[in-house]
């Protein structure tokens, strides 16, 4: 379990419905259903920039309760960070031999366009 006086961020998860594209099963951003998700803990993590296409990137590193709902692919809002970030890793988690604290570990990026 996170120390609960550090877990204090409740993130709000936006899971994408899924269509059929030509036979292949796709994310359907249009089509999201929300719930919330506390005890969460939020990170910096790295950041980039691309001059030749006009874009910036920023990690988020999440630190979320075990059994989070949160899948890969899933969008995240984030209080007090603007936009919405999508969740590029498959929620991992964190087991110590000692088990006095465990976790699932996940990374979510969002992309600024017109940015620099």
């Given amino acids: ?22 036979g292949k099963l796709v994310p359907d951003y249009t089509n999201l259903t929300s719930h919330s998700e506390p005890g969460c803990i939020v990170q910096p993590g790295g950041s980039g ?8 990137t920023a990690d988020r590193i999440i630190y979320a309760p075990p059994g989070a709902d949160v899948r890969r692919l899933d969008l995240v809002e984030l209080p007090s960070q603007s936009g919405r970030w999508r969740v590029r890793s498959e ?10 604290l465990d976790h699932l570990a996940l990374v979510a990026v969002r992309h600024t366009e017109g940015a620099l």
């Avoid at 920039?49 to 910036?56: G, K, R, S």
């Avoid at 964190?94 to 088990?99: A, K, N, Y």
């Fill in 49 to 56: 920039e691309d001059i030749a296409e006009d874009l910036t």
């Fill in 91 to 100: 929620p991992a988690p964190w087991r110590p031999p000692l088990g006095y």
């Fill in 1 to 22: 379990m996170l120390p609960l006086s550090f877990a204090t961020v409740e993130i709000t998860v936006l899971r994408p419905g899924v269509v059929n594209d030509h």
